[in-house]
């Protein structure tokens, strides 16, 4: 077995189970490369529909709750009302995480994540690629519903934990854990290579600084407490003194809880966590390092085990993890109905009466428009993305869906049965269509315009239902992110150092200065759109012109784009149009509107015609140079060396790449064809 083989044997954070091993062999001997990136670009994709797909569940029952009511903290049912409403809160943010995690992955990998209506619609729900269930072969339904016994049945449902040897299941899977697996067995096999996880930019990933496990929604008392108490420890009536916490800052795999991924290792760890933190693995079901945190499955079994009905010997329940003894206490059906909202199962907003419909479905757009701002993260300049994800994510999730819900939960379907149990209105998180991604926005506003035009003066919309419905047009506009094609970006980090252009280029260059198709061409030190080189055929870029033909006399200061459009002798690009002679000689045309194609020359640019047909731009026009324009400036120099340098190295050893003109150095470029072939964009 070679040394690169064995590396991938094992995966890097846990060993692969046998189950495991076999389909690593299968795909090794069977699969084609091209099979490999195919099923795990389209297994990531599935998995965070399948982790998209559990958070409105988990939110519907959070919101059911009432977290402090009459009573709290003293009395024992409203201290697990909170408790029980802190632990789902915990996990709903860690199926964020997860979501999280497998879009860096899938980003990385050079696809843009999908979750803007890949909502299941409608509830009740399988999950994507579940199996059937039992001789009738049904499936999953996991319901919106409130709190109860039975939802955490379904709870336990989702994060059902694999057996030890479980196969890894890319469909019909019956644990979450299977299709995770799969998607390891995948990146562990040898077609999977580091590099292909730098297709997407790291810096445009989910930054690790953006998630926090633990908020004062995820804490709960222990024990009574005095509200007004202070909160150092050294008083002990205080809050902080009876909080439990649900989450450890330890939960993950990996060097943070939110992982960027640039390599196979960084990707298994990523995976580990969503594995471990949801259904556990091995005997023990614990995620963290000193085995103090439980599995998302263990969580909820061990709210179940506080209520009567819970049996730890049910024949649906595992050996393994040994299930709690039911609690001391446990509370009956009546006493949690008095901590529990009137939520309908599965409640669709075409049922509701008028007006409350139309809450509804903005709730449901904006969670949508929710969706759409997380796929934007990946379209933020990197330095921008903290702050745009707090005012972006945070506030729509903590200011403004959040306490949108509340107000909801005060509203009663029938205004003339308002008593306790009377049924509420309740989110149904459909999958509003607010129209394309860069219309989204101005439908969203437009439906709270609506709402208040109709309904302001109606005595269910409560001044703090309009409040927080205003808030929502406060949200950042992502139209204009969403306006031109997406993609997943470039890794530029490797460049770092290296000159960018400009952002106010020089708009006057000196009469003396030859103008140059593309980097290392140039014929003086500091020629170049950067400015910053030290000698001839050392230069960052072009300092071509365009041709401007409606004032000849005035020439603009730019790279050309295209056949015939340069203004300048010496400006030829080639690759794209012109002649077999042109395509030869390319920065050697005549003068004006002979030279042949796009400057700056891409790397990724091959001639299409000539001698140089399929060969590097780049690299024939740097022989062009070396030829024809540097014996002329030894000449002039004698203290040049005998052939033109160049100081790029191996980064830049056929040119400046599409990945540093645009993704790194900010210009935007086009190399016109219909093919997608020229390495820059299309003029298709």
Not at 633 to 641: E, G, I, K, V, Y
Not at 647 to 663: A, N, Q, R, S
Request: proline letters at 8%; one cysteine or more.
């Amino acid at each position: 077995m070679s040394s690169h083989q064995s590396e991938l044997a094992v995966d890097p954070v846990r060993p692969l189970s046998e189950a495991e091993r076999r389909l690593v062999e299968h795909i090794n001997r069977s699969w084609t490369r091209e099979r490999a990136l195919t099923e795990l670009t389209s297994h990531l994709q599935i998995a965070i529909e399948v982790e998209l797909a559990t958070i409105p569940i988990y939110l519907y029952t959070y919101y059911s709750i009432d977290r402090t009511p009459a009573g709290f903290p003293d009395s024992a049912i409203s201290r697990f009302a909170d408790a029980t409403g802190a632990t789902i809160m915990s996990v709903a943010v860690e199926e964020m995480l997860h979501m999280s995690l497998s879009s860096n992955v899938l980003f990385a990998l050079g696809q843009q994540p999908q979750l803007y209506l890949r909502s299941p619609a409608p509830y009740p729900t399988n999950l994507p690629g579940h199996a059937k269930l039992g001789p009738d072969a049904k499936p999953l339904s996991l319901p919106l519903a409130k709190l109860s016994l039975q939802q955490l049945w379904h709870f336990l449902e989702i994060e059902y934990p694999a057996a030890t040897d479980a196969p890894p299941e890319g469909s019909n899977w019956e644990t979450i854990g299977q299709i995770y697996s799969y998607v390891r067995c995948i990146i562990c096999s040898r077609h999977i290579r580091d590099a292909d996880f730098r297709r997407g930019a790291r810096q445009r990933q989910i930054q690790p600084g953006n998630y926090a496990p633990s908020s004062i929604d995820t804490v709960f008392p222990k024990k009574a407490f005095d509200a007004q108490c202070p909160v150092p420890a050294s008083a002990p009536g205080s809050a902080a003194h009876v909080a439990g916490y649900t989450s450890r800052e330890d939960s993950h795999a990996g060097p943070a809880e939110l992982l960027t991924i640039d390599s196979r290792r960084a990707a298994l760890q990523a995976i580990q966590t969503i594995d471990a933190q949801g259904e556990g693995f091995g005997p023990s079901k614990f995620d963290d390092p000193s085995h103090h945190e439980l599995s998302h499955y263990y969580k909820f079994l061990t709210l179940q085990s506080h209520l009567h009905g819970y049996d730890p010997m049910h024949e649906d329940l595992p050996r393994t993890p040994a299930p709690p003894a039911p609690a001391a206490r446990l509370f009956s059906a009546d006493e949690l109905r008095g901590v529990v909202f009137d939520f309908p199962e599965n409640p669709v907003a075409s049922a509701y009466p008028s007006g409350r419909r139309d809450v509804a479905n903005l709730v449901s757009g904006l969670y949508q428009y929710m969706l759409i701002m997380t796929e934007s993260i990946f379209l933020q300049p990197p330095a921008q993305q903290k702050l745009y994800f707090n005012q972006s994510l945070h506030r729509s999730m903590i200011w403004i869906l959040d306490k949108i819900i509340r107000v909801m939960r005060n509203v009663y379907l029938d205004e003339s049965n308002r008593s306790p149990a009377s049924p509420r209105l309740a989110p149904t998180f459909e999958n509003i269509d607010l129209g394309p991604r860069d219309k989204a926005f101005g439908t969203l506003v437009s439906m709270c315009n609506e709402l208040n035009a109709r309904y302001g003066n109606a005595a269910w919309y409560t001044a703090d239902l309009q409040y927080y419905v205003n808030k929502v047009p406060t949200l950042p506009d992502v139209s204009a992110l969403w306006a031109a094609p997406v993609s997943a970006g470039c890794d530029v980090s490797k460049y770092h150092g290296i000159p960018k252009f400009p952002a106010n280029p020089p708009t006057i260059i000196g009469s003396d200065e030859v103008r140059h198709a593309c980097m290392g061409l140039n014929h003086c030190k500091n020629q170049g759109r950067t400015r910053d080189n030290a000698c001839a055929g050392q230069g960052y870029c072009s300092t071509a012109l365009a041709y401007n033909y409606a004032d000849p006399s005035s020439p603009l200061v730019s790279d050309h784009t295209c056949h015939v459009l340069n203004a300048c002798a010496g400006q030829g690009g080639c690759g794209l149009y012109g002649t077999a002679e042109e395509q030869d000689q390319p920065g050697d045309n005549g003068c004006a509107c002979l030279g042949s194609c796009a400057t700056p020359i891409n790397a990724e640019r091959f001639s299409t015609d000539g001698p140089n047909r399929g060969k590097s731009v780049w690299l024939r026009a740097r022989e062009v140079f070396a030829e024809k324009a540097w014996p002329k400036l030894r000449q002039a120099d004698p203290s040049l060396p005998a052939t033109p340098p160049n100081v790029h190295g191996d980064l830049f050893k056929y040119g400046p790449t599409i990945e540093w003109i645009e993704d790194y150095s900010g210009q935007g470029m086009t190399a016109c064809g219909a093919s997608g072939m020229s390495g820059a964009h299309s003029c298709a």
